[in-house]
């Protein structure tokens, strides 16, 4: 089965970055989108950034400009830049596969990202 294991979370000032990846166990990168997602307590999970298998990106307005995901088949995983953090940002960040809604049904444990004012 396949399992995705986010990394690269932390703790930075607003105005600061940070490059988050998720590898997953097996080569699903080559023929499938992958997104970022995020979570805040309190907040429904949220689709932060898509890479399509060809490398078509999508972002959600929030973080258009900030973010860029990009994706590494021969290394199955893939990556979120960002930049700019702002405070709204703070959340736990998942990655999964599918460009519009999550297609694999077990989340990984996700990376707290937490941007202070």
């Given amino acids: 089965q396949v399992q995705l294991v986010e990394s690269?979370?932390?703790l930075v000032q607003a105005g600061g970055s940070l490059r988050l990846s998720c590898a997953a166990s097996e080569n699903i990168f080559a023929g499938n989108a992958m997104g970022w997602y995020r979570q805040a307590p309190?907040?429904?999970?949220?689709?932060?950034?898509?890479?399509?298998?060809?490398?078509?990106t999508n972002y959600a307005d929030?973080?258009?400009?900030r973010f860029t995901i990009s994706r590494d088949n021969a290394k199955n995983t893939v990556y979120l830049q960002m930049n700019s953090l702002k405070p709204e940002d703070t959340a736990v960040y998942y990655c999964n596969a599918?460009?519009?809604?999550?297609?694999?049904?077990?989340?990984?444990q996700g990376t707290q990202v937490t941007v202070s004012s």
């Fill in 8 to 10: 690269g979370g932390g």
């Fill in 42 to 56: 309190g907040k429904q999970r949220e689709l932060v950034a898509t890479i399509t298998s060809t490398g078509r």
């Fill in 98 to 108: 599918g460009r519009y809604a999550p297609a694999i049904g077990s989340w990984g």
């Fill in 62 to 65: 929030s973080v258009k400009g």
